[in-house]
């Protein structure tokens, strides 16, 4: 398909386990973004990914988060030892992001639904 | 500190009237840009309207339109003739150019516009 692609759907893991979320970006699009979105919450801004540069992981809110970019295209996103208030909306975005080119919307994926028991 | 600042959890409007929803937001950067997306109760989210900072125009979008003032850094979103179909969450974001490519795009908590017949 032409648009950002997330995998599950809907994930359902019990507390302790890890999970791992992919994301399928659009083809060319050079940065991908994850967002986390409690119900009925803003989006929280977790790693942003751009090119070849180093990712941005100011977002991470543990070192039990971690994520992954192959090849400048799908991503990874990890949670290890998953905790209840990890459960939440996972986002992932990508867009055509260029040094001094600011119009670039970012495109979403449809989420992945985590929920920890 | 708090990038994005959406003040109005929630809003109602009746359908056919205008409706402002507000947006400020806090940076140094002189070079940077203004999104308002749209996410239904299907949880998808969908870009509405850009504005840039150098953009000497308000930006519109068919019957959205951008009030953009710089000096207070504000970017309210003015939707005209209000729908039942408008009834979502909205949320402003930022994209800083920053001096090292790492343009991030950072999203405020929210509106809930509710339309009423």
């Given amino acids: ?117 | 500190a708090q990038k994005i600042t959406q003040t109005q959890p929630g809003m109602f409007v009746q359908e056919k009237e205008a409706v402002t929803l507000d947006c400020t937001y806090d940076t140094s950067d002189p070079s940077y840009g203004l999104f308002w997306y749209k996410q239904p109760s299907s949880g998808e989210m969908i870009f509405l309207i850009y504005q840039g900072s150098y953009d000497q125009q308000n930006a519109t979008e068919g019957r959205y339109s951008l009030n953009f003032q710089k000096a207070r850094k504000s970017a309210n979103l003015v939707i005209s003739a209000s729908q039942l179909g408008d009834s979502a969450m909205y949320f402003c974001a930022m994209r800083e150019e920053g001096s090292s490519n790492t343009g991030k795009l950072i999203f405020g908590q929210g509106t809930t516009l509710q339309v009423k017949p």
Avoid at chain 1, 2 to 11: D, E, F, I, L
Avoid at chain 1, 18 to 39: K, M, N
Avoid at chain 1, 62 to 87: N, Y
Avoid at chain 1, 94 to 116: H, I, K, P
């Fill in chain 1, 1 to 117: 398909g032409a648009g950002v692609s997330q995998s599950p759907s809907n994930k359902v893991t019990e507390k302790g386990k890890d999970v791992e979320l992919r994301c399928d970006p659009i083809s060319g699009h050079t940065a991908l973004y994850w967002y986390r979105q409690s119900l009925g919450q803003g989006l929280e801004f977790l790693i942003y990914f751009q090119g070849n540069s180093a990712p941005d992981k100011s977002g991470l809110p543990s070192d039990r988060f971690s994520a992954e970019r192959t090849g400048g295209s799908v991503s990874t996103l990890t949670i290890q030892r998953t905790q209840q208030e990890d459960s939440a909306v996972y986002l992932c975005a990508s867009s055509l992001d260029r040094q001094f080119v600011m119009n670039t919307e970012a495109f979403f994926g449809q989420g992945t639904r985590l929920t920890v028991v």
